[in-house]
């Protein structure tokens, strides 16, 4: 659902950076106020997690593809600001390092991906009771939610006025959700019984084997991803809604390889241990100042 460069009017991508710089700022000032933040080594796994499993592309029906999301993972397990602050630190790495999203369009990208997927799950998590359940249709919602917000931007920006467009954005979405809130009710699962197990044994450095398990696998399994167009692109190639354009920057390991290594699948792979490494160094430095910053303050 990364919307690449040209794809927005400069209206649109106005407005939606403007939203997005609001609803992060936001979230950082409530993030400072929080008495209980998620350690550094909780922040920096659900970041790792989240950018891996990005990156595993599955068939969806006949011609598309769906990736995971994570907004609601990360809102479940972070709560929103860290959430947010999460998602909003993915999307960015991919946008600078991979190319994955236009740089114009960071703002449309963060205020989909981060900031809409997390406050829905949130409110719709608080209306259901049922832990597992509510957990898998707030996960869903969250993606539906996206893939309108998207949809709706796309309309905007087309000339004429492409509404087809919206409701083929949600029905090829709402199948990914489907998957999202399997993996989101499993792994929220799995990381409840992980930390109580470790808590339990009193190990605690036990507590991110399953994370650093699904990072290990997902960066190895990431050059098998599905080459079909995920639902955006279906989508934009069947209303014609792409513009050409010279892109604003060449990212370094664009589509996530790396021109230092001729074999595709060692530079898939080392592009995105590169991209887990600055991300995780990148969270640890971002709660560091969150942390340090609170200390200062009481």
Request: glycine share 10%; aromatic share 10%; with cysteine.
């Given at each position: 659902?990364?919307?690449?460069?040209?794809?927005?009017?400069?209206?649109v991508?106005?407005v939606a950076?403007?939203?997005?710089?609001t609803?992060?700022?936001?979230?950082?000032s409530?993030?400072?106020?929080?008495?209980?933040?998620?350690p550094?080594?909780?922040?920096?796994r659900?970041?790792?997690?989240v950018?891996?499993?990005?990156?595993?592309?599955?068939?969806?029906?006949?011609g598309?593809s769906?990736?995971?999301?994570?907004?609601?993972?990360a809102a479940?397990?972070?709560?929103?600001?860290?959430?947010?602050?999460?998602m909003s630190?993915?999307?960015t790495?991919?946008?600078?390092?991979?190319?994955?999203?236009?740089?114009?369009?960071?703002?449309a990208?963060?205020c989909?991906?981060?900031?809409i997927?997390?406050?829905?799950?949130a409110?719709?998590?608080?209306?259901?009771p049922?832990?597992?359940?509510?957990?898998?249709?707030a996960?869903?919602?969250?993606v539906?939610a996206?893939?309108?917000a998207?949809?709706?931007?796309?309309?905007?920006?087309?000339?004429?006025?492409?509404?087809?467009?919206?409701?083929?954005?949600?029905?090829?979405?709402s199948l990914t959700?489907?998957?999202?809130?399997g993996?989101?009710?499993?792994?929220v699962?799995?990381?409840?019984?992980?930390?109580?197990?470790?808590?339990?044994?009193?190990?605690?450095?036990?507590?991110?084997t399953v994370?650093?398990?699904?990072?290990?696998?997902?960066i190895?399994?990431a050059p098998?991803?599905?080459?079909?167009p995920?639902?955006?692109?279906?989508v934009?190639?069947r209303?014609?809604?792409?513009?050409?354009g010279?892109?604003?920057f060449?990212a370094p390991?664009?589509?996530?390889k790396t021109?230092?290594?001729?074999?595709?699948?060692?530079s898939?792979?080392?592009?995105?241990?590169?991209?887990?490494?600055?991300l995780?160094a990148?969270?640890c430095?971002?709660?560091?100042?969150?942390?340090s910053?609170?200390?200062?303050?009481?």
């Open positions: 659902m990364h919307i690449p460069g040209h794809m927005l009017t400069e209206q991508e106005m950076s403007l939203v997005a710089l609803g992060v700022g936001a979230a950082v409530s993030a400072l106020k929080e008495e209980k933040k998620p550094r080594l909780d922040f920096a659900i970041v790792a997690v950018f891996v499993l990005q990156m595993l592309n599955f068939p969806v029906q006949e598309t769906g990736h995971f999301l994570g907004g609601a993972l479940a397990t972070l709560g929103t600001n860290f959430g947010i602050l999460a630190l993915v999307i790495v991919q946008t600078l390092l991979f190319g994955d999203g236009g740089i114009t369009a960071l703002g990208n963060i989909n991906m981060a900031l997927p997390v406050w829905t799950y409110i719709v998590r608080a209306y259901l049922s832990r597992d359940v509510g957990t898998a249709i996960a869903w919602v969250s539906v996206a893939a309108f998207c949809g709706t931007e796309l309309v905007i920006s087309s000339w004429p006025l492409q509404w087809a467009a919206l409701s083929a954005m949600v029905a090829v979405h959700g489907v998957v999202e809130a993996i989101t009710m499993g792994m699962k799995m990381f409840t019984w992980e930390g109580a197990a470790a808590e339990a044994a009193g190990r605690m450095k036990n507590r991110w994370s650093l398990f699904l990072v290990i696998v997902g190895l399994l098998f991803a599905s080459p079909l995920d639902g955006l692109e279906w934009a190639e209303y014609r809604l792409f513009h050409a010279m892109p604003a060449v390991l664009h589509d996530y021109t230092l290594i001729a074999h595709e699948y060692l898939s792979v080392t592009a995105a241990c590169v991209g887990v490494v600055i995780a990148l969270s430095a971002l709660m560091t100042g969150l942390h910053r609170r200390g200062r303050q009481g």
